[in-house]
């Protein structure tokens, strides 16, 4: 299938690795110009390495997107996207009588605010040019809230709320915006994870992996792959009448309807 993004321009953040690496990948072999995101040197390497794969024009910015100069660095490289994929750490696990208010602000600016100050500079520009492809990287913890995740469901509920509420206007000059839930995907994240359960529970990090995947209703790790062939085509001309909506992307694992 051909999505219809040949020549189209793409914001790809926190790309150096992981989940944005993989999407940044993906957009590019689909014909995007891809403006890959990071915060060390490695974002360089990824950039040369995505060009190399596909053929496609890819810039590396190096920024913090935590700041506001980080995200000027990444528009000014790309004024007029047609996609912006919202994408940044997330938060470390902890129990919620530990969370103090420095923790808070952290995850608010890192995974509210920051993703919603990048909409607000590209979104005008998009509903002007009648083409837009918002995807917000989130967390099943929206969904499904679990205590000890406690900072990232918060701060991504707001995310998601807000790209709800922008969502119904925005619709009308073709521009959506939507939000994927990814959880047991095999990225560096699910390293951590891994060793923090091997450490609790005092056994192998393999064992802790075979642990961690038995509990995914698929028995496996989702690839960075098939998450990022999906976020291509919710950025594509097909996926024109599909917006405000939560893709989850965790092996058939949540248990509710909606």
Not at 29 to 51: L, M, P, Q
Not at 248 to 257: C, E, K, M, N, T
Request: aromatic letters at 4%; one cysteine or more.
């Amino acid at each position: 299938m051909d999505l219809g993004l040949t020549g189209r321009r793409a914001i790809v953040c926190a790309s150096s690795k992981g989940l944005g690496k993989a999407c940044a990948m993906a957009l590019a072999r689909e014909g995007c110009e891809v403006v890959v995101n990071g915060r060390s040197e490695a974002v360089a390497t990824t950039a040369a390495e995505i060009a190399a794969a596909t053929g496609a024009r890819v810039t590396a910015v190096r920024a913090d997107i935590d700041t506001e100069d980080g995200r000027q660095a990444l528009v000014a490289a790309c004024p007029e996207p047609d996609i912006l994929i919202n994408n940044n750490a997330g938060p470390s696990p902890g129990r919620f009588t530990d969370l103090g208010r420095d923790d808070w602000l952290a995850a608010i600016e890192s995974n509210m605010l920051a993703p919603i100050l990048l909409i607000r500079a590209v979104l005008p520009g998009m509903r002007a040019r009648k083409f837009g492809r918002i995807v917000n990287i989130t967390s099943a913890m929206v969904k499904a809230p679990r205590a000890h995740m406690g900072l990232s469901t918060a701060a991504r509920t707001g995310l998601t709320a807000l790209a709800k509420a922008i969502s119904f206007e925005a619709a009308a000059d073709n521009v959506t915006i939507n939000n994927m839930l990814p959880e047991r995907i095999d990225t560096g994240r699910q390293v951590f994870m891994a060793e923090r359960t091997a450490k609790a529970d005092g056994i192998t990090v393999d064992a802790a992996r075979e642990k961690i995947a038995a509990t995914v209703a698929a028995k496996r790790f989702g690839r960075p792959e098939e998450f990022a062939d999906a976020c291509a085509f919710l950025c594509s001309a097909q996926a024109g009448f599909i917006s405000g909506q939560n893709l989850q992307l965790d092996g058939g694992s949540y248990p509710g309807l909606i």
